[in-house]
């Protein structure tokens, strides 16, 4: 990776929330704003990388020196995302994708009725997983918790086969969605750990794209 110049080093980055519908009007999605994501992205366009990135449902706006896919769903994150690796030299997987979708949506807006409604969710793929079983590419996932954050950053590092993971852990002073600075743990796959804290976003962005692009595959 670090023999290749900035112009031929390819960068996918995936932000961003999925949405899984339900009826035409209702939906179940995260509170992801993408912004890690596009910082991410952002640092690798001004550096010169080839940068794609795929991006769920939000309300930013990407640098035009990028490619952007825009999708809603988990299928569709995983038909571009799967589709667009096997070009990258560095896959980054910093969105926020539902575990979950209903099994079947309502082709009309489903009426309320009284007492309890079941809804039945179906299992949506584990596109972290899928890539890290095809590995092509430098792979980066996040991990984002509320408690036992070093081991199960840890246990999704081995489980997906990434090269290096980015966990935080949501509490109640956190925030973490949309917030200006955070606390974040990187793992890497020999095992070393680095915490950094309170720092920006952007700042991160740098220094993950610094470690991810010093793997090779």
């Not at 640092?43 to 309300?59: D, I, M, N, W």
């Amino acid at each position: 990776m670090t023999t290749k110049s900035a112009k031929k080093t390819t960068v996918l980055v995936a932000a961003g929330p999925t949405r899984e519908k339900i009826d035409p009007v209702r939906f179940i999605s995260n509170y992801s704003t993408g912004t890690f994501g596009y910082e991410i992205a952002g640092e690798a366009a001004r550096r010169g990388y080839k940068t794609v990135l795929v991006s769920g449902p939000v309300h930013l706006t990407a640098p035009s020196a990028m490619k952007l896919v825009r999708i809603e769903s988990a299928l569709e994150m995983r038909r571009e995302v799967k589709k667009l690796a096997a070009q990258a030299d560095c896959v980054i997987m910093a969105a926020a994708v539902c575990d979950w979708r209903p099994g079947s949506a309502g082709r009309q807006k489903i009426k309320r009725k009284k007492g309890a409604t079941t809804l039945r969710l179906k299992e949506n793929p584990d596109i972290l997983k899928e890539l890290g079983e095809n590995k092509k590419s430098v792979l980066v996932g996040f991990a984002l918790e509320t408690e036992n954050l070093e081991k199960n950053a840890l246990e999704k590092l081995k489980k997906k086969n990434l090269d290096l993971v980015v966990a935080n852990k949501l509490t109640k002073k956190s925030g973490l969605f949309g917030d200006r600075l955070t606390d974040v743990l990187m793992i890497d796959k020999y095992f070393r750990k680095t915490i950094y804290r309170r720092r920006t976003k952007r700042e991160l962005a740098k220094i993950i794209l610094d470690k991810a692009l010093k793997f090779k595959i």
